[in-house]
């Protein structure tokens, strides 16, 4: 398999995998024309997709789904209770595109399985992926409030893992949010910190040289430097060394990371 984080991030997120066979793109959070030009950026295309999988039905994950669906007659698997949601924000799209995707489930796009498993976040009912294929598996694990021992589990034994790291607590609470805001990000149902998302990767990580990329970063409480420095320090402090146990990567919301094939030796 072989991947690109096409943007991830409070503006838009949007994440694209292949197979041997089957090519799929998790999210569009971004135009439709933005995504097709990420896309072209990694050696993709828009015109050769499988499918769109959804996470869940917020914005900076749907805002391209219909002009996409509709242009490439794209097949939208989510599960029904975002459908419901999905309705009222993707405009039209067929019926025979309209596909359910149940947390749990696992389909097969040609020679890769997307499993997808629930998780804690405010919409409907948000889910995060696991993608495999032959010996290979790489997770995808954004907008949650927490990890719960059954999403380590899950994601557990992945060659990469994008795992989201959200905010500083600090920079949280000085910043300028209304106070209603700080809390649902801090609770259960908002997302990680990136004192969180290091300390659940200890119990995670295998320290094989796993690549994590640090994930769906706040534009206004959080920092690249900051975000990777916070992570690596929690990660070094349990004994996985970055650059020896696992490699730290960035993302961006305007760039797509390079594509990364995994290759288990």
Same mark, same amino acid.
């Given at each position: 398999?072989?991947? $690109?984080?096409?943007?991830? /991030? $409070? ?9 041997? $066979? =089957? ?5 569009? /959070? ?6 097709? &030009? ?11 997709? #499988? +499918? ?13 789904? =219909? ?13 029904? &209770? ?6 009222? @924000? ?12 149940? +947390? ?8 890769? &399985? ?13 889910? /995060? ?6 010996? +290979? &598996? ?14 380590? #589990?899950?994601?557990?034994?992945? #060659? ?14 000085? =910043? ?5 805001? *700080? ?6 149902? /908002? ?40 992570? *690596? ?13 696992? @490699? ?9 990371? +390079? ?7």
């Amino acid at each position: 398999m072989k991947f $690109s984080v096409l943007a991830s /991030g $409070s503006t838009g997120n949007s994440f694209y995998i292949e197979g041997k $066979s =089957g090519k799929v793109l998790v999210d569009a /959070g971004l135009s439709g024309k933005q995504i097709e &030009k990420l896309l072209t950026e990694v050696g993709a295309n828009a015109s050769e997709l #499988d +499918a769109i999988l959804i996470t869940h039905e917020h914005s900076d994950h749907i805002k391209g789904v =219909g002009v996409l669906a509709r242009r490439y007659q794209l097949p939208v698997y989510a599960n029904a &209770k975002t459908w419901e949601q999905l309705d009222r @924000q993707l405009g039209t799209i067929a019926e025979d595109q309209r596909k359910i995707m149940e +947390a749990g489930e696992t389909i097969d796009f040609g020679t890769m &399985k997307a499993e997808s498993y629930g998780t804690s976040h405010d919409a409907a009912e948000p889910m /995060g992926f696991c993608f495999h294929e032959e010996d +290979a &598996k790489v997770s995808l694990t954004t907008d949650l409030g927490y990890v719960s021992q059954r999403i380590k #589990d899950t994601v557990r034994g992945s #060659d990469a893992y994008i795992f989201e790291s959200n905010h500083d607590v600090e920079m949280l609470r000085m =910043g300028s949010y209304p106070w209603n805001t *700080k809390r649902r990000i801090l609770s259960d149902v /908002g997302h990680l910190s990136n004192d969180t998302a290091g300390e659940a990767l200890t119990e995670i990580l295998e320290g094989r040289g796993e690549t994590v990329y640090l994930a769906h970063l706040s534009k206004e409480n959080n920092m690249t430097e900051l975000a990777r420095l916070t992570v *690596k320090n929690i990660l070094e402090e349990s004994g996985l060394q970055d650059g020896t146990h696992v @490699q730290l990567k960035d993302t961006s919301p305007i760039r797509p990371t +390079a594509m990364q094939e995994i290759i288990r030796k």
